[in-house]
């Protein structure tokens, strides 16, 4: 018996509405349960984390604001404290790894760090503080230089004190403080050797030091006196830098956290930490005396030409060398020098090693051997990697060297090599050192299969970068010598070839190259 229709609608119509009481039930009890979740995470569906690495007398300020980003902005902040050495060293080494953002004291890291690799870091970044770089005295070396009654200045600290310069080329203090020596020398008669004779008479100085360049929030921390200079020396200016690595996400987040780091709480926060405005000004509250001075200070990094002008300036200086050394293994080097009984190899490596004591034991030498197909295909390879002079002698290096024996019937693979040791030593200059490529040959190019002296002098040409000298010193001997090729090559870097066809002159020769080498401008006058 079929059922009445009436009743089958009836029943049909509860049935649906009960459906949607059910469906109505479970969304309320979803929402309900994914407000809590969206309330709990603070309305993210994510949180995108911000990793950033500052110099330790800022990271502190940093780390108090990331604490002060709401949750519901949906990102995290970390921050840790790093010596910008390290992380410059880091960076180099893997640009691919490490934080999302770098805050160094100054700008000058970011491109030390782009000479020595990371290549691909910003030249530039937001200042989010700054702080003039100062001469830090004690209550005693101020007092001899006029303080309290007048603030102190830095030539008469200068010229009273003994002043100790940090390494430049691992403090940016450093490279200020060159810059003030350099302004306050310009007007000597000879102002290069004034400024040269400065850098060694307070190179000189050992610790501990009575006065030294620091930032003047670090002087304000340490309860010392600040020495202004009266010449624009540059300040650390913290920049604020996404590096490439960070995500889109993390990118977003980390200029989102920038705009916070520059409003107005957030300056009153590196104020109270000693810090100054990006431009300079200082708004927080000093102590009534006069340790430090609250008028607004110029800001901003050195200009590159700056920078690398008194670097290399330093460098002459304190004979701080790269030396990139290329030494002839061919079949020839194992011929007799008449009235020696001696090899011209054993004369050579007799010269080269009487030579490694006249430079400091700082000084980094790398060598590379060459012949021809000395390594497959290859005309050249390296015996010794770059090191410091101390790490070579530890680590048996004058050993090697005094064991290298010529390469029978090889012949002189000399274009190719210069140029694959060139680029080597391009591609790994180090700022803050006379960075040299030294070439030691007893013949001319016997590869045909080279790239020729055309194509060498073309390509040495390319690599040239006037604020980055990479000489070649060219040392010949022999009488299959061509100073010609050789003095062409030199010339073309920059540098200058020394030859001899008489072998027993190698020392009288290589002692001359290498006063060149160790005298580079502005250290010496041409």
């Known amino acids: 018996m079929a059922a009445h229709p009436a009743r089958s609608r009836r029943l049909d119509a509860r049935v649906v509405v009960l459906s949607v009481l059910l469906v109505v039930a479970l969304l309320a009890w979803f929402g309900v349960d994914y407000v809590k979740n969206r309330l709990a995470s603070g309305g993210c569906d994510t949180t995108t984390p911000v990793r950033i690495t500052a110099a330790p007398d800022v990271a502190p300020v940093l780390s108090a604001l990331a604490r002060s980003v709401p949750e519901a902005e949906c990102y995290t902040v970390d921050v840790t404290a790093s010596a910008s050495t390290a992380t410059a060293t880091a960076l180099e080494a893997n640009g691919a790894n490490g934080p999302d953002v770098w805050v160094p004291e100054s700008s000058t890291w970011l491109l030390q760090a782009r000479d ?11 200042s989010v503080a700054s702080s003039p770089v100062v001469l830090a005295l004690t209550d005693e070396v101020a007092k001899q230089a006029g ?26 203090a450093g490279i200020a ?68 690595r960070a995500s889109e996400a993390s990118r977003t987040a980390s200029e989102r956290f920038l705009r916070l780091l520059l409003d107005q709480a957030a300056t009153k926060a590196f104020a109270d930490a000693g810090f100054r405005t990006p431009t300079g000004q200082f708004l927080g509250d000093r102590a009534p005396d006069t340790r430090t001075s609250a008028a607004p200070r110029p800001v901003g990094p050195p200009t590159p030409e700056a920078m690398y002008g008194v670097l290399q300036a330093w460098a002459g200086a304190n004979l701080s060398a790269r ?31 009487q030579g490694l004591g006249l430079f400091k034991p700082t000084t980094e030498l790398g060598l590379w051997l060459f012949s021809t197909k000395l390594d497959g295909d290859r005309d050249y390879k390296e015996l010794l990697p770059m090191r410091s002079i101390a790490d070579q002698l530890a680590q048996g290096g004058l050993t ?17 090599s210069i140029l694959a040791a060139y680029q080597n030593a391009r591609q790994s200059w180090k700022l803050g050192r006379i960075n040299v490529v030294v070439v030691l040959t007893d013949g001319r190019n016997e590869d ?22 990479l000489p070649v010193i060219g040392i010949g001997i022999g009488p299959d010598i061509d100073a010609g090729e050789l003095r062409q090559v030199s010339a073309a870097t920059g540098g200058e070839s020394f030859t001899t066809p008489d072998p027993r002159k190698i020392s009288d020769v290589f002692y001359q190259a290498l006063s060149k080498l160790m005298c580079q401008p502005p250290a010496c006058k041409k």
Not at 119 to 125: A, F, Q, R, V
Request: charge should be neutral; hydrophobic fraction near 40%.
């Open 116 to 126: 020595g690799g990371a290549w691909n870091l910003p030249e530039t970044g937001q």
């Open 147 to 172: 303080w309290p009654a007048k603030s102190p200045s830095w030539s008469d600290v200068v010229a009273g004190s003994p002043v100790g310069l940090p390494d430049p080329g691992r403090d940016p």
């Open 177 to 244: 403080a060159l810059i003030g020596l350099q302004q306050l020398t310009k007007n000597a008669p000879d102002p290069a050797a004034a400024f040269t004779e400065e850098i060694r008479r307070l190179s000189a100085v050992k610790e501990p030091y009575t006065a030294s360049p620091a930032s003047e929030q670090s002087v304000l921390a340490r309860k010392l006196v600040a020495a202004y200079p009266a010449v624009g020396v540059p300040s650390f200016d913290y920049p604020y830098v996404v590096l490439p």
């Open 323 to 353: 030396v990139q050394v290329l030494l002839d293994v061919s079949g020839s080097m194992a011929a007799t020098v008449p009235g020696t009984g001696r090899s011209r190899m054993a004369l050579t490596l007799e010269a080269a090693t």
């Open 400 to 416: 090697t060297l005094q064991a290298v024996k010529p390469k029978p019937g090889g012949a002189t693979g000399l274009y190719d």
């Open 448 to 469: 045909s299969d080279s790239i020729g002296l055309p194509g060498l002098l073309a390509e040495l040409g390319k690599l040239q970068d006037p604020r980055k000298p």
